[in-house]
């Protein structure tokens, strides 16, 4: 990616509409089942869909000077103001007797409540700026081994506090994406008759994926293991959980369209109202009863009315600093 060059990439557009289509519809299913954990479609999506978002906001950032003060405007204060958007909804709309002062807490040991990627992006972004200052760029593959060892290190921080957790799971992702333009001559030899195999590969790792434990199957491993000695189960299931991972994001480019049409030209239409999307979307479907809509209804609805909403809040200049950050589309 050239550093001159402030055109837009359209396929990265495309990815990012697939990525908020995909938050989207993995938001629709759990508000339309109660067990949504249990549902194949949920978990394929959950397996990588964040990862896969965080990944190209690494890779947009290549051969950037990454501006803090920007990002936290652009991130973090969005993250902040719309927080408090949705206590005003569960106050006036839903009438909620939460405490403001529990509400505020519950952010503090997790963002999970509110837009977490915002705020996960932008302390990602800060650190990715940290370790790039010492990277021995001469070396080579010097930035590679330097980024690795800091998602290393970050793992071995024991707080999890205000997001650092779920921030250690999705540095190495950010990495990934910013370091993927210096080294894709690697990926260019992989030829095309390797594809299904990517994609087969994830069908296979991606059915025993699970949310909020180990993979399906994995104490009957873990007693194999044990009885044959073998060493490093955890090492062995961050590399199943990463594998599965890398494999979606891969899937998900090669299924993408790569000619000019009708659906590249509505995804990336979505790419670029992504932020619009992801920041509004769940506070409509918050206004859904349990099945009162199907998925595909609730997709389409929350989407347009984002869209709709999006614009008619960015008619007015502080709003449209304090929720999406003066962000150019």
Known sequence: ???????????????????????VIGHSIQSS???FDENIIFRYIYSFHMALFMFLSGYVQYGKTIDIK?????????FLAWYQVFYLIKIVFYKSNENYFQYIYKLIISPDWGLWFLWI???NLAYLKIVSQYVNKKAKFGDMVAFFSAWIVLNSVPLSIFGLGIMKDHFIYLATGYLFPK?????KKI????????IILFIIFGFFWKRTSDPFGWNLASVYFSK??????????????????YLGIATIYILSPKKNGFIRTGLSYLGRKS?????????????FNQNFLKVTSKVIISISMSLGLSKFLKQFSFLKIILFGKRKI
């Open 1 to 23: 990616m050239n550093k001159k060059n402030t055109k837009r990439n359209v396929q990265i557009d495309v990815l990012k509409g697939i990525a908020i289509l995909l938050v």
């Open 70 to 78: 920007k990002k936290f405007l652009e991130l973090a204060v969005p």
């Open 33 to 35: 089942y109660l067990k």
């Open 183 to 187: 080294y894709s001559f690697i990926f």
């Open 121 to 123: 992006l932008f302390l």
């Open 228 to 245: 044959f000695g073998i060493p490093g189960e955890k090492i062995l299931l961050q590399i199943y959980k990463l594998t599965t991972t």
């Open 191 to 198: 030829k095309k008759y390797f594809y299904p195999l990517v």
């Open 275 to 287: 932020f619009d999307i992801y920041v509004i979307h769940q506070s409509v479907l918050f206004g």
